[in-house]
T-cell receptor, first 113, second 114 residues
Framework: DTGVSQNPRHKITKRGQNVTFRCDPI?????LYWYRQTLGQGPEFLTY????????KSRLLSDRFSAERPKGSFSTLEIQRTEQGDSAMYLC???????????FGPGTRLTVT | GNSVTQMEGPVTLSEEAFLTINCTYT??????LFWYVQYPGEGLQLLLK?????DKGSNKGFEATYRKETTSFHLEKGSVQVSDSAVYFC?????????????FGEGTQLTVNP
């Protein structure tokens, strides 16, 4: 078991461009979560999936953000028309199911110039 | 809504000193409480947890007790090491969404000097 992996680890993009991040959870984990962490702050919840179903979205997830988990395995988070305020670390976590520990990936650091 | 408040500012200690990082929370019902640690360049790792009042979570010499009456979950360690230098996050998972979203505090940077 290699843990939760995220790609890319770093992304620099210009304002207005679209970006997509990928998260590969621990195999057999049914739940997958996305969080955002800005400098000096704790992670903030964005959304989560139970298998392929997206069950909850934070109001932080504006219309420019979309997340998918098409086959209940890996997940992608897309940000359209990026803004400088989107610069942050995007964290993915997975858990076996409800009530189980969430295991975090190393994150993708996004810088919007 | 749910919220977590951690003590402000970075903490700097000498090796073998006693550590306390304060954490208080606001939530309805009986949330589960967690401490996560983030070492430099690494992802968040669960350090310890407690799921009901008066439970004590412990791991690697760290302890925290779930105090319902004071809505607190303070992290303690009797003798810190240089290797404990990291950012520590207190978090909760609300009763109504148990196992779903985690609500984090702002984090406390701990630096331990030899």
């Amino acid at each position: 078991d290699t843990g939760v992996s995220q790609n890319p680890r770093h992304k620099i993009t210009k304002r207005g461009q679209n970006v997509t991040f990928r998260c590969d959870p621990i195999s057999e984990h049914n739940r997958l979560y996305w969080y955002r962490q800005t400098l000096g702050q704790g992670p903030e919840f964005l959304t989560y999936f139970q298998n392929e179903a997206q069950l909850e979205k934070s109001r932080l997830l504006s219309d420019r953000f979309s997340a998918e988990r098409p086959k209940g395995s890996f997940s992608t988070l897309e940000i359209q028309r990026t803004e400088q305020g989107d610069s942050a670390m995007y964290l993915c976590a997975s858990s076996l199911n409800r009530g189980y520990e969430q295991y975090f990936g190393p994150g993708t650091r996004l810088t919007v110039t | 809504g749910n919220s977590v408040t951690q003590m402000e500012g970075p903490v700097t200690l000498s090796e073998e000193a006693f550590l306390t990082i304060n954490c208080t929370y606001t939530a309805t019902g009986y949330p589960s409480l967690f401490w996560y640690v983030q070492y430099p360049g690494e992802g968040l790792q669960l350090l310890l947890k407690a799921t009901k009042a008066d439970d004590k979570g412990s791991n690697k010499g760290f302890e925290a007790t779930y105090r319902k009456e004071t809505t607190s979950f303070h992290l303690e360690k009797g003798s810190v090491q240089v290797s404990d230098s990291a950012v520590y996050f207190c978090a909760l998972s609300g009763e109504e969404t148990s196992g779903s979203r985690l609500t984090f505090g702002e984090g406390t940077q701990l630096t331990v000097n030899p």
